[in-house]
């Protein structure tokens, strides 16, 4: 099992910055791919960014302004955002998959963490 645990989330004005970090235990994810996902107010869930092998995937509308990277050695996983906007605004979850590869769906990660409110007001 692995539990995860998200933390840095917050009240922001539009255009600042936040760093979230998910920091995990109970195994090395190392060999995992962690991701992002986060879900907005009367919103469904949505990929935000995933690290694994292959590589780093993020979601259109996080291109270019957002940041995944993990440090292993830390059993660490982080999401740097910049230039937030109040479309950003939701609940940012990690999630690790077990399984190699890059995927943007929700349900092929096996563990989830409760999450971390970001709130970018305009």
């Known amino acids: 099992q692995v539990q995860l645990a998200e933390s840095g989330g917050g009240l922001v004005q539009a255009g600042g910055s936040l760093r979230l970090s998910c920091a995990a235990s109970?195994?090395?994810?190392?060999?995992?791919?962690m991701a992002w996902f986060r879900q907005g107010p009367g919103k469904e869930r949505e990929f935000v960014a995933a690290?694994?092998?292959?590589?780093?995937i993020y979601a259109e509308s996080v291109k270019g302004r957002f940041t995944i990277s993990r440090d292993n050695a830390k059993n660490t996983v982080y999401l740097q955002m910049n230039s937030l906007k109040p479309e950003d605004t939701a609940h940012y979850y990690c999630?690790?998959?077990?399984?190699?590869?890059?995927?943007?769906?929700?349900?092929?990660?096996?563990?989830w963490g409760r999450g971390t409110q970001v709130i970018a007001s305009s």
């Open positions: 109970g195994r090395t994810i190392s060999t995992y791919t």
């Open positions: 690290n694994g092998y292959g590589g780093i």
């Open positions: 999630a690790a998959r077990i399984a190699s590869g890059l995927t943007q769906d929700a349900g092929r990660y096996n563990y």
